[in-house]
């Protein structure tokens, strides 16, 4: 089961796993003709067993996940893999948001739209080492962010979230504890993402990465699938991220200096607010 799945990464991973001949798909998202185009794609892709199932849905609605598991349940007597893909970003500083209902949005579709699906379908994921509970993050849950911080909130969340998460099954299933992976990627080519930000009521058209300086989609994707297959707990973080992220506790100026610099040399230039 994919979540966001009608088009970047989702939708990408969806197309990986069908030429990787897997014999079921469920692809979830909230356009259901987007997502109808990609699971063609994926039966073409994949072999002629291949069944993709398509279910709409509204992931900041509680009534609209429990409604799709219900429905997802009863035509699967379970998941072995289960990717929680669907977010959003962002593009301006704090002091630049103007309509705070987007920060709940924000929060809703990240956070509990993550959290609130899993609880769902936690019943129905088989308690087995050999099971995969995928979370997308980002890079961004790992060290703060200019230009991100709502959006940095909702990952660092995710962090907490799985690292928790992790010792529960483990105590509850011991060696039939399902694997809970965190993908803590930096920007991808050819996703909502970058272009799609959410602009928070500002003024200011939303900061853009510089998409020559972002990650491959489809590379990206193949990489996450092996990396999924293998049953890494975590995979993605950039390899700065891994030496800036246990020096910051003891310089954190430094490490904030650094940070600000290298994002003003991968996002595109725009006027913000003095």
């Avoid at 794609?41 to 598991?69: H, P, W």
């Avoid at 058209?205 to 990206?220: I, R, V």
């Amino acid at each position: 089961m994919i979540t966001g799945a009608s088009r970047g990464i989702g939708a990408q991973l969806a197309r990986v796993f069908a030429r990787e001949k897997v014999s079921k798909l469920v692809l979830v998202a909230r356009s259901k003709d987007d997502l109808e185009k990609v699971a063609e794609e994926c039966r073409q892709l994949g072999s002629s067993a291949l069944e993709v199932e398509v279910f709409r849905c509204d992931l900041t609605n509680n009534s609209s996940i429990k409604s799709f598991v219900e429905a997802a349940t009863k035509s699967n007597k379970g998941f072995d893999v289960v990717i929680l893909n669907a977010g959003r970003s962002q593009g301006c500083y704090f002091e630049e948001i103007e309509d705070i209902d987007q920060i709940d949005y924000m929060i809703k579709l990240n956070v509990n739209g993550v959290i609130n699906t899993l609880h769902y379908i936690l019943p129905q994921i088989f308690k087995s080492r050999h099971s995969r509970i995928i979370i997308i993050s980002s890079a961004a849950g790992l060290l703060g962010s200019p230009y991100r911080t709502v959006y940095c909130a909702s990952k660092h969340a995710l962090t907490g979230f799985c690292n928790s998460f992790r010792i529960e099954l483990k105590d509850s299933y011991e060696a039939d504890s399902p694997v809970v992976s965190l993908i803590n990627i930096p920007e991808v080519k050819g996703t909502d993402l970058n272009s799609n930000r959410m602009d928070f009521g500002s003024k200011y058209k939303p900061m853009e990465f510089d998409p020559n300086k972002a990650l491959e989609l489809t590379s990206t994707c193949q990489s996450l699938y092996e990396a999924v297959a293998a049953g890494k707990r975590e995979w993605g973080q950039p390899v700065k991220i891994r030496i800036l992220k246990p020096l910051y506790d003891t310089f954190p100026g430094l490490i904030d200096g650094m940070i600000m610099k290298y994002v003003r040399s991968v996002m595109l230039p725009r006027e913000r607010v003095k």
